[in-house]
């Protein structure tokens, strides 16, 4: 008996899905290549969760984001618990920024937002944010929201976590690219075919770049850089009470975002920084896959750094890495998830955020694949998609 559904996109939000749709007793098949082992000789496609950290927050400057993320952070644990794959650090999240200047609007999301909500977060500024976090050298005037239950994710295990438990549902999985689709058939890297009564496209920055067999979704894929800052054990060890920071540098017309120390597979351990005011725009698939390719932009690469001293001067820097990635920013600012047509749905469009609210979207991806309403299920938009 074939598939009722293939999901294309075997990264955060497509991994997610399969889980829902199989636990909810679909027949599902999950596409998508591995995480290459050396990627400088991959072809692609690659993913924008190749990382060990992401940060994990219910507070955010918007009402949308601030539910997709609470509803999937009150769901880690039962995840994790029901895999035996731990992903989630609760270490506090902080996110602080400047009432005036270009970012003005940002600070006062974060701060209404919580409020509007009920979540549990604490306020702080002057002496009380310098004495808490006196890691941070945060620039004067800053205004501060601490979330006890914000801190980080490991988007990798949280992603194997998501896939055991389709896997256990009886999902299957096939690590391979897809090329193709027609209506419910979908052509995969290899040659072979897969059929399904309906697909889920959720290649992330992939499907614009290169959309399998639908109009393509008005996006932005931006080509971005981290920074990670090797430190030592007893660097890190010094470090121990350092939360995720999300914040708003002097005079400057975006936010910056840091991981605290966290140990990455190669057994060392760094603090990484990350986002920036430019970065280039990928054009096609080709880009994106070269750009993954690379070690990320030198002057990008030269100004985190820059950011990262600044806001942590005492901090001992061993050795320096920087690492691409890429972000996906939609019309609406919300991720696209929609039915375009019988036989297939959209979900994709992470507008840099989407890694700690992957459950809930996965869950909506599945919701709208089976026919349902995303705009009823109570998140203050309907997801929505445009198209080019
Ligand atoms: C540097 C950086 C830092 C970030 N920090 C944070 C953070 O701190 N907190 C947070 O919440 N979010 C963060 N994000 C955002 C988050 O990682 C993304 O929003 C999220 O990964 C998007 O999920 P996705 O499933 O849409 O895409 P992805 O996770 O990229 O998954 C897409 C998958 O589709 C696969 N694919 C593509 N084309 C095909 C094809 N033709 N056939 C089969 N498979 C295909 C890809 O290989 C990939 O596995 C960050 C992103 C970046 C780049």
């Known amino acids: 008996m074939g598939a009722e559904f293939v999901v294309i996109g075997r990264g955060l939000m497509g991994t997610a899905c399969a889980r829902h749709l199989a636990e909810a007793g679909c027949r599902v098949v999950l596409v998508g290549p591995d995480e290459p082992s050396d990627p400088a000789r991959h072809n692609g496609p690659f993913g924008s969760f190749h990382d060990a950290g ?54 006062a999301g974060f701060h209404e937002t919580p409020r509007a909500l009920g979540l549990v977060h604490e306020r702080l500024e002057g002496a009380r944010l310098s004495e808490r976090f006196a890691m941070f050298d945060l620039p004067e005037g800053s205004k501060g929201v601490f979330d006890p239950a914000g801190g980080h994710i490991d988007p990798r295990a949280m992603r194997r ?27 995969l890297a290899d040659g ?67 991981l605290p120390p966290i140990r990455y597979p190669d057994g060392r351990i760094y603090v990484k920084i990350g986002g920036e005011d430019l970065s280039p725009e990928a054009r096609d698939g080709e ?60 979900l994709t469009g992470g507008n840099g955020a989407a890694a700690k609210c992957a459950d809930e979207l996965g869950r909506l991806g599945a919701v709208a694949a089976l026919g349902g309403s995303v705009a009823a299920e109570g998140l203050g938009t309907d997801f929505a998609p445009v198209f080019d």
């Not at 059929?195 to 931006?222: C, D, I, N, Q």
Request: hydrophobic content about 45%; charged content about 20%.
């Open 287 to 346: 880009a994106l896959n070269a750009w993954f390719r690379t070690a990320g932009g030198d002057e990008a690469g030269r100004s985190l750094l820059a950011d990262l001293v600044k806001v942590m001067p005492d901090m001992r820097i061993e050795r320096v890495l920087t690492a691409p990635c890429a972000v996906t920013f939609t019309k609406t600012g919300y991720p696209y998830i929609a039915r375009v047509d019988a036989q297939a749905t959209l």
């Open 54 to 107: 992401r940060i994990t927050r219910n507070i955010a400057h918007d009402p949308v984001w601030a539910r997709l993320s609470t509803r999937s952070l009150a769901r880690y644990r039962e995840i994790e618990a029901r895999t035996g794959i731990w992903f989630y650090t609760p270490c506090g999240g902080l996110m602080a920024g400047l009432d005036h200047g270009a970012m003005a609007g940002f600070t």
């Open 192 to 258: 072979r075919s897969l059929s399904a009564e309906h697909v889920v496209v959720a290649t992330g920055g992939w499907a614009s770049a290169a959309p399998l067999g639908m109009a393509r979704p008005a996006m932005r894929v931006f080509q971005r850089t981290v920074v990670l800052a090797e430190i030592s054990e007893t660097e890190a060890a010094r470090l121990g009470d350092t939360p995720s920071l999300i914040w708003v540098p002097e005079n400057d017309p975006t936010d910056r975002y840091l």
């Open 161 to 187: 976590a998501h896939e055991a438990l389709a896997l256990a549902a009886g999902a299957e999985v096939v690590a391979e690219a897809a090329v193709g689709r027609e209506g419910g058939t979908v052509i």
